[in-house]
């Protein structure tokens, strides 16, 4: 009887997650907003560009500081209300149209030697442009074209499946 619980037990639980990419999610209906050509008192103007934001009502998303200016992304709905909150600050900005995030989950994916590279490789080698990347400890998150958001997923889902036929052959190989 003991023997049938511990198989029961064993069949059910799976402590670990596997190595590499597990998912790839495609978020599209985003507008990027990069404020840029800031100079004296950087500080003072980004806090200008943050108010004048808020004080339209729009989230942001992604956001992202640079030496000279901030970037951020906005639901696309909403893109014509940031640019008419930031014309009257005088400042260089652009609004991208059509962007999408691009999310790759993979369990400690910066301990994962190589993965985040990798990833960034295949997008550039499949002639992607990336506006923006990030990463957290699951997964990184990549702002790119709409109308290449799901190539790019679909090549690292290959990618993915490459990986995990790597990770078994090594595994067997072993035995």
Known sequence: ???????????????????????????????????????????????????????????????????????FLVPEQDANIVDEALKPLGMHFTVRHDRSIVLVHAVSIRDEEGLIASIVHTAIANGIRIDHVGDMHDRMLMVVQKQDA??????????????????TQVVNDAD
């Open 1 to 71: 009887m003991s023997e049938r619980v511990t198989r029961k037990a064993a069949v059910e639980t799976e402590f670990e997650k596997r190595r590499g990419v597990s998912r790839v999610e495609v978020r599209p209906g985003f507008a990027q907003v990069h404020v840029s050509r800031l100079c004296d008192d950087v500080m003072a103007q980004r806090l200008k560009v943050l108010s004048a934001v808020a004080a339209s009502g729009i989230s942001i998303d992604f956001l992202k500081l640079t030496p000279s200016g901030l970037s």
């Open 150 to 167: 799901d190539r790019l997923a679909s090549h690292i889902e290959v990618g993915s499946a490459q990986v995990g036929a790597e990770v």
